[in-house]
């Protein structure tokens, strides 16, 4: 295999990995993304993440809006997961923000009520 296949290869398989993996990044590690206002706000205005969720759930996920771990908009990285945790109904971004979610709740809903 030539030097600039196992390149090709190897760059692939960085970038699968990295889809894969998601924000499974701590909260304190996890930066602002570097994109251009624009192209945040369009993420912001009409979420497809969130088409997937039943109304009532999706009026939910609406007045909450960001994910309380990341501060992402919620739909941004896909469907919204609801969870209940200390007996409050609450979305977050994806899997990864479930463990700290769980670990400090009054943290991240004292985010939420902002």
């Known amino acids: 295999m030539s030097r600039s296949s196992r390149r090709t290869v190897l760059f692939g398989l960085g970038l699968s990995l990295g889809m ?3 924000c499974e990044q701590p909260a ?3 930066k602002a ?3 251009a206002p624009a192209a945040q706000e369009a993420r912001k205005a009409d979420p497809e993440g969130l088409a997937q969720l039943s109304p009532a759930d999706r009026a939910l996920a609406e007045k909450q ?3 309380p771990v ?3 908009p919620l739909g941004s990285m896909g469907t919204p997961i609801k969870l209940t945790v200390a007996g409050r109904t609450v979305f977050i971004c994806c899997a990864g923000c479930e463990e700290e979610l ?3 709740p009054e943290k991240y ?3 939420l009520a902002k």
């Open 20 to 22: 894969l993996v998601g």
């Open 102 to 104: 769980r670990k400090e």
């Open 109 to 111: 809903f004292a985010k």
């Open 33 to 35: 993304t570097s994109q």
């Open 65 to 67: 809006a960001i994910c």
């Open 28 to 30: 304190h590690k996890a």
């Open 70 to 72: 990341t501060g992402e």
